[in-house]
């Protein structure tokens, strides 16, 4: 287990470095320079190559490379180009309200979804599960950016019940206690709300399908003939099976907490790292834009072998065939 | 496949509709998708009145006065067609790559799917909007980020068909007749390796719309005043206490395409893998 963790981890690292390289190939490949952006149309052409001195986009590439990526080991992740603030600074700053969204809808899209997906495979081609997955498909088709702006039409213009843009009212700062709380979970509402409904769409049919597959297995047919009651068998013989590769993808999403939200914060001005990544892409903010990939390529690689140990951890099975190999 | 099955039938219908309304475009619209007429009289009409000219809007008009039925046929033919060939550039490279891994041995079959394992850990969103944001945002290049961001896991389910059929029985009596290694791959193992993919693509398609559509929402994408499903949402998000219409029509006919697409791709999946039919 440990060896095969190790290997992962090797292979980790080079697939991280990859994406950076790639990541920083693009962005100089690319036309247009950040130095022209900054200063706008009218500077003069002095003015940009002072400016890309600053910045050192006059050196060769490789000696751009080198430096970024000794200076991001080191944890200098420099400047934001547009902003002047750290770019270690802006994301951490942005990382809460992102975090904070997507594991709240991540807990609730797998709690419903198992749940549904249990109920249909329960009463597999029965009515209810025909209307289950015509519901889940539904969902599962919902483009987040257009169901943001559905919800908002409704719940913001028609009904005027809840607040549709950012993470806190104008006046949060006047607020205290249980009025600040509550002036937060009503911003959080739809952009919650959005998240959470995809997801069920997604993990639900995910579920059904994971729980139909171990149903079909014989040792539930021999726990059935034992005498096992119905109800049991679901709970200890079926669940507990089906678990395992929920868990998997429940690891395979992990990256989904740094970058997971991107147009649904575009959406509801949320300010999370997917606005910022937005942001710095549009405006050529090479600084923002490296780090931003390599964080979520290393949480890419952490989500692939978080699942694999989940994996593991719910199958015996899998903890032998690792222990072999 | 049978067509009994309801989502075969529904999935069908429903892309075969909008597949022909997409061709047929000037004949079952007004004509032109951006044509503007007295932009004061004309914008913000609900679905379902005539403006003064006489030209009926069974959609409404937007904040320009262009026409939404209009716009929302033509723009099936972007959202479709960046869709459809932006999977068959995925299916194209992900049948190369997949069957050569599982076809080869030694280090190129190992470099082939360390590439492909490579690929499918860089962050797919960050790679478009990446791609799409450095370049000048065309139709064309979206088909292209899609297609070469969508074709890793179609390789993979090739990869893993190859290598299951190469040592079937068939395979090998092919081999003792003599038959060059690429006839054996071309004829023998690929046509069979193919169910997944058929699988695969259906489900790519209605994604990939999807993914078009975030694109061109963000600004990324199809460049207005060119109509698709997401630039037309994108243009909408602002008048949607007037005009709320012009928002919800491009995005039922996304819901309804993708949904289409799934379930199109879930029936032939059990209707081509007996295995799991039994569900």
């Known amino acids: 287990m ?13 697939v991280v470095t990859g994406v950076v390289t790639l990541t920083f190939l693009l962005l100089h490949a690319a036309p247009g320079d950040p130095a022209e952006r900054l200063l706008g149309p009218a500077a003069a052409p002095q003015q940009v190559e002072a400016v890309r001195h600053a910045l050192e986009l006059d050196r060769p590439l490789t000696v751009q490379y080198a430096s970024w990526l000794r200076r991001f080991v080191r944890g200098d992740w420099g400047t934001s180009i547009t902003t002047g603030r750290p770019v270690g600074a802006m994301l951490r700053a942005a990382w809460p309200a992102t975090a904070r969204l997507v594991a709240l809808s991540l807990l609730l899209s797998y709690a419903l979804g198992l749940l549904v997906g249990a109920v249909q495979a329960a009463r597999s081609r029965a009515r209810l599960d025909t209307t289950l ?3 889940t498909v539904t969902l599962f088709a919902l483009p987040g950016f257009w169901l943001g702006l559905m919800l908002i039409m409704v719940f913001t213009y028609w009904l005027r019940v809840l607040p549709a843009f950012g993470a806190a009212g104008m006046d949060a700062d006047f607020l205290s206690g249980w009025a600040r709380i509550a002036d937060q979970l009503r911003h959080l509402a739809l952009p919650l709300l959005t998240l959470t409904l995809i997801g069920v769409g997604g993990t639900a049919r995910f579920a059904r399908g994971a729980i139909l597959d171990v149903l079909a297995q014989p040792f539930v047919a021999a726990a059935r003939a034992k005498g096992v009651s119905e109800s049991r068998v679901l709970a200890r013989h079926v669940l507990r099976n089906a678990l395992g590769p929920m868990l998997i993808l429940l690891g395979l999403s992990l990256p989904a907490l740094f970058s997971g939200a991107v147009l649904v914060e575009t959406v509801f001005a949320w300010p999370g790292v997917g606005r910022v990544m937005v942001e710095a892409v549009q405006s050529r903010d090479y600084p923002v834009v490296m780090a931003a990939t390599a964080v979520s390529a290393l949480l890419v690689v952490a989500g692939n072998i978080l699942a694999d140990v989940l994996a593991a951890w719910a199958d015996p099975r899998v903890r032998g065939a690792a222990r072999e190999a | 496949m049978r067509l ?10 429903v892309l075969a509709a909008v597949a022909i309304a997409a061709i047929a475009a000037p004949v079952v619209t007004a004509g032109n998708p951006n044509a503007q007429r007295d932009i004061v009289a ?8 005539a403006d003064l000219h006489g030209t009926f809007h069974p959609l409404g008009t937007d904040r320009f006065g262009r026409d939404v039925w209009t716009r929302l046929v033509y723009g099936a033919r972007i959202s479709l067609g960046v869709g459809l060939l932006a999977v068959v550039i995925s299916v194209a490279i992900g049948t190369a790559v997949g069957a050569a891994a599982g076809y080869l041995r030694g ?13 499918l850990a860089l962050p797919r969103l960050v790679l478009l909007l990446l791609l799409a944001a450095l370049w000048q945002p065309s139709a064309a290049l979206v088909v292209v980020v899609l297609g070469l961001t969508g074709w890793m896991p179609i390789a993979r389910l090739v990869h893993g068909e190859v290598r299951g059929l190469a040592v079937r029985p068939f395979v090998e009596g092919a081999r003792a007749l003599g038959a060059r290694r690429a006839r054996v791959l071309w004829r023998h193992i690929l046509p069979n390796a193919l169910t997944p993919v058929i699988v695969a693509a259906a489900l790519g398609v209605g994604n990939a719309i999807l993914l078009e559509a975030s694109l061109s929402y963000l600004g990324l994408g199809v460049q207005p005043p060119t109509a698709s499903w997401g630039s037309m949402i994108a243009s909408g998000r602002d008048t949607l206490v007037n005009a709320p219409w012009v928002v919800t029509a491009p995005g039922l006919a996304l819901v309804l395409v993708v949904v289409a697409c799934t379930l199109l791709g879930d029936a032939l999946r059990d209707a ?8």
């Open chain 2, 107 to 119: 280090w190129p079959a190992m470099g082939l799917l360390g590439f492909t394992d490579f690929a």
């Open chain 2, 4 to 13: 009994r099955d309801p989502r075969a039938l529904f999935g069908l219908t």
């Open chain 2, 272 to 279: 081509l893998d007996p295995g799991a039919a039994k569900r």
């Open chain 1, 133 to 135: 997955s015509v519901a």
């Open chain 2, 42 to 49: 004309t914008r913000f009409l609900p679905p379902l009145t």
């Open chain 1, 2 to 14: 440990l060896r095969m963790l190790w290997q992962r981890a090797l292979v980790g690292v080079a």
